[in-house]
């Protein structure tokens, strides 16, 4: 027994100095990721842990010095590091910060939100849950921390840029600039004056945004930003040159590729079209996913789906099976109507994350092969992460049609008490309603300047007005727009009560505009079906409406169809309803309802639309 206890306490001895040791190189490892050298620091981080000995800070060390290179097997020592050490918040919010730079929201918002019982007014807690929810249009929740934050912080100008960007995304423009020169009034900085800038290029100011602009250094963003104040300006030769010099100072500038081509694109360039992504793929391969998910996008959009399915197979051997890859994959079977490739494709990147995006995509597909239970089990789970998503709204509607809940979806769509479709009338100031729709149309088409469809919307044969169309100063369309106001009133005051509905429960009898353009449909020209999933009352009015559009064609060619999906998911699936257009009709429908246009044929002839969305207050 006496050579046994001897044996024992000799082998504590090398344990204990083996620990100090470890705990030396550990220290090294810490001083070396404060040098920000993650190469070194990470290679020890790995020594320490193929000795066997794993603790949670080598673990976290480890996964922090991973998480820009290699975000999914960073989540994995996260995870594994939290596990071994579940009340170490610090631990737990540099997990989340790691989760939201990947753009895994729902996940980190849970993290986030573990961090507030020990840590309630931690920046980085009040910021990454006012984010997430600004990034999820939950623009109450996001207001309520930034405010919290305000209020502990206030002399950190982060949460007044923050708010002025949650408030430009609402097209509240001169609130935004109110709250982005209080920050100014704190410091002086650059991300405040590129806020600045933002806001006043929505005001069309757009003199002022250069002078904010030119007063910084070229920065890729600066000159992107550049780029993007010339283009609403349809100065498209001086556009094209910022846009490029983004791109040349950071090749791997994802906005700044995407405008350059949509301007490319809705000019007619195709020679120049998609040149930025193919001049460096055909050299090298991509730095980040991100690049290979914008190029085969656009491919994918401009009708090349080959190109686009080799583009995400290379990304796919760069990095592996990474979900927002995998869902491209997907969204590409699904286009080339392989169902259940899709699906599988689907579930395996929503395993990974379960972003509301990839639920209605899993969701759409479940529905498509006939899986209906599972697909609402799915839609559920969306609907308590977004509730206000009104596709999420829409494809629950579908199930309750494909599963003969009939009750249910009349509940939902009641076309007769929702659909609202009225003439204008003529506004103060103007002899006839002729002399006023005659002066609109001049200012809307003078809006118009691209020569095709753009590449993300639902328009085919057309073009779409850039920008949110209220802010424009002209006076005419100012008089539009509180012409609809009255009428949008009137339209929620004679709703029913029904705190259930998705509707009528966010009835405040309050509303602002969300967004606002205007459509120009030429031959041909018609609407894909579809839905605004950030919206939640959806307008129409009818500007121009040529004479091949008339109530006496059985065709109904160019009428408004409500109810038809894009599913196709049974031979019968018809519209619920069609409306035929008609100068100075205007329609409100909710967003969830959906929507598209009937083909028409009309040579010469346009059929032009003022389309917005709204929003309670």
Known sequence: MTGFFYLNFWLIEMVVVAMQNLKVIFSEAIRLFEKSDLTSCARICSEILNQGFVHAEVLHLYALCLKDADALQANDYFERALALSPDNFTLVLNYANCLLSTNNLSQAKDLFERCTAAMPDNFDVLYGLAYIYNKQKQFEKSSFYIEKAISKHARQARFFVLQ????????????????ILAAEKITHNYNIVVTKGLILRRLRQTSAAMMCLDSLPDTAEVCFMKGCVYYDAADYEKAEFFLLKAIESDENYIDAHESLNKMYWESDLNAKFLKSYSNIFEKKKFPSIGMYLSYAKNLFMSGDVVSAENVIQRGLDNFGRQHSLLHAQGGIALSEKNYEKAFLLYKESLSQNSNVRYILDFASTSIRVGKLLLAQQWLDKALALEPNNQEVIAYRGLCFRLTGDIQHYNWLNNYDDYVSVEKLQTPAGYASFSEFWSELKLAITRLHKTTRQPLDQSVRNGTQTVGYLFS??????????????????????????????????????????????????????????????????????????????????????????????????????????????????????????????????????????????????
Request: with cysteine; proline share 9%; hydrophobic share 35%.
């Open 164 to 179: 002025a960007r949650m408030l430009l995304e609402q097209h509240q423009l001169d609130d935004a600039l109110q709250t």
């Open 472 to 617: 424009s100063p002209d006076p005419i369309i100012q008089t539009y727009k509180a012409l609809i106001e009255p009428h949008v009133q009137n339209y929620l005051n004679k709703l029913p009560l029904d705190n259930h509905h998705p509707l009528l429960q966010r009835n405040t009898g309050r509303f602002r505009f969300s967004g606002a353009w205007s459509v120009k449909l030429g031959n041909a020209g018609f609407h894909t079906n579809h839905v605004h999933p950030e919206g939640w009352l959806s307008l129409c009015t009818y500007l121009d409406v040529p004479p091949s559009i008339n109530k006496d064609d059985p065709t109904q060619a160019g009428w408004l169809k409500l109810g038809q999906t894009t599913l196709s998911v049974d031979n019968a699936e018809k519209p619920d309803r069609t409306i035929c257009p008609e100068e100075g009709l205007c329609v409100i429908f909710p967003s969830f309802i959906w929507h598209g246009t009937i083909p028409f044929s009309a040579e010469g002839g346009h059929r032009m639309t003022l389309p917005c969305d709204i929003v309670p207050v």
